[in-house]
């Protein structure tokens, strides 16, 4: 439930606005073509009111300043003839929609109950904002495009950073991984394999209803609203299930399909041109103890043959490593999701891994150990620790890529500021009087109009 209060806040301001729009809706600005409402900005401030109680009053300006400089690059992105294709549209609105209802289980009463709308009128709400925002965020593209560094400029920006000031980063690691997937044994593939053709019986013969066998025997997240997966277009599932549900007539349900996650039957509930509305039934094969015994010491002989030097880590990788981890195409090298590099501070290691490599040195690999997917499923992953810093102070032999992105952004914060001023001399301007007592809206003329 965190979860899906955490997701949805991000959309909260629709909701606000239907509340507050009718009552206190004001141009407070005008920049080119575009207008910021005052309604906008209450809702940005009750939003963050709402994550931090403590902010005050006077941030509406900052808010201000942003929406200002979010309208001028959507004016000058019109003005510049910068397109958003109907189908990019269609398709981040299409995303933003089945992530709200995946994390309701795709029950759209709740999202009724919630937005006090139906899906299909969330959606045009959604369509206004998503394509200024597009807009927005091509153009900043467009005027950053040129902005680069030279190692001399990261060595200036290093050099001019006081040296009391300078971050204190802890300790970081580069980890490899090669995974494996326990295979199933063909006895359990037979037994998952039987169990749904028995059940594709009863609901044919009408003994039971697909809803009612989904809720009782689905090993999917879906078995509580009867096997229901929605809408969707192509490439939403994987190609196995894909292919087999845009193969069926409305009403048909499909022979056993065998898919990454399981076993599967699909019946087609409606088809609208490209899209389809299905349900399905999972069973997924039981994972025995000797299917387990066997994935580990499929592993423990991976390991052998690397530290024997019979074969290279990134070798192993593409040899036995599975080819569907992001890790597989990066040999082995894990992705820092929130960094985007291959860096971590341990602490934001998952446990297992942490405890793993906290004796380990540098190239040690490990022995063989379990995770869940986040399907649920029993992998086995054996891990090499490649490189690691000690606490310590910013400097550019140890931090040389975080250094370069400090000089980046605070390269394109002042190519962007100075943009904005030249385009403010171009641009007509027009702030509400109310809007008067916000410091930092001085440079665009407040209480004027220009040019």
């Known amino acids: ?32 073509g575009e207008i910021i409402l005052l309604s906008e900005i209450e ?41 958003v294709t109907d189908a990019e549209i269609e398709e981040q609105l299409d995303a933003r929609i089945n992530r709200i209802l995946s994390y309701m289980n795709d029950d759209r009463e709740q999202f009724r109950d919630y937005y006090g709308q139906t899906v299909p009128q969330v959606r045009e709400q959604f369509r206004g904002d998503l394509v200024d925002q597009l807009l ?28 009391d000031s300078l971050p204190f980063f802890g300790s970081e690691v580069e980890v490899g991984e090669i995974i494996y997937h326990p295979p199933v044994n063909e006895e359990e593939q037979q037994k998952a394999i039987l169990k749904l053709e028995n059940i594709r019986e009863q609901i ?29 277009k192509r490439g939403k599932f994987v190609p196995e299930f894909e292919a087999a549900a845009y193969n069926l007539e409305v009403g048909e349900i499909s022979p056993v399909v065998h898919s990454e996650f399981g076993f599967h039957i699909i019946q087609l509930i409606e088809r609208r041109g490209n899209s389809i509305h299905v349900r399905h039934i999972l069973v997924r094969p039981e994972i025995t103890d000797e299917d387990l015994t066997k994935a580990k010491e499929h592993l423990e002989e991976v390991r052998t043959l690397i530290l024997s030097d019979s074969i290279t880590f990134s070798r192993a990788v593409k040899r036995y490593s599975n080819e569907d981890e992001q890790s597989y195409s990066n040999d082995g090298r894990m992705m820092n ?34 995770f ?35 000089t980046i952004q605070s390269k394109q914060s002042e190519f962007l500021s100075n943009w904005i001023e030249e385009k403010l001399a171009t641009t007509y301007i027009h702030i509400d009087k109310q809007m008067g007592y916000c410091p930092n809206i001085v440079k665009w003329k407040a209480d004027s109009m220009k040019p």
């Open 136 to 163: 927005s965020e091509r153009m900043r593209s467009s005027v950053l495009a040129s902005v680069k560094v030279t190692p001399a400029e990261v060595k200036d920006f290093f050099r001019k950073i006081p040296k």
């Open 337 to 370: 999701p929130v960094t985007g590099n291959t860096f971590f501070e341990v602490a934001d290691l998952d446990p297992d891994i942490y405890f793993t490599i906290d004796t380990m040195n540098v190239g040690d690999i490990s022995t063989p150990f379990t």
């Open 43 to 83: 809702e940005q401030y009750s939003l963050m009111k709402a994550k931090n109680p403590t902010i005050q009053a006077g941030e509406r300006c900052a808010i201000m300043e942003q929406l200002m400089a979010a309208k001028l690059l959507v004016n000058q992105a019109r003005l510049d003839s910068i397109e």
């Open 372 to 406: 869940s997917s986040p399907g649920g499923e029993t992998y086995y992953r054996i891990v090499q620790l490649q490189s690691r810093t000690a606490p310590h102070r910013a400097n550019l032999q140890e931090d040389y890529h975080k250094i370069q992105e400090a």
């Open 1 to 32: 439930m965190k979860k899906l209060i955490l997701f949805i806040s991000c959309f909260t301001i629709l909701h606000l606005a239907n509340a507050q729009r009718a009552v206190i809706d004001k141009v407070v600005a005008m920049v080119g």
């Open 204 to 232: 044919s013969t009408g003994i039971s209803t697909f809803e009612e066998m989904a809720q009782k025997f689905s090993d999917d997240g879906s078995a509580r609203i009867g096997g229901d997966l929605g809408w969707a």
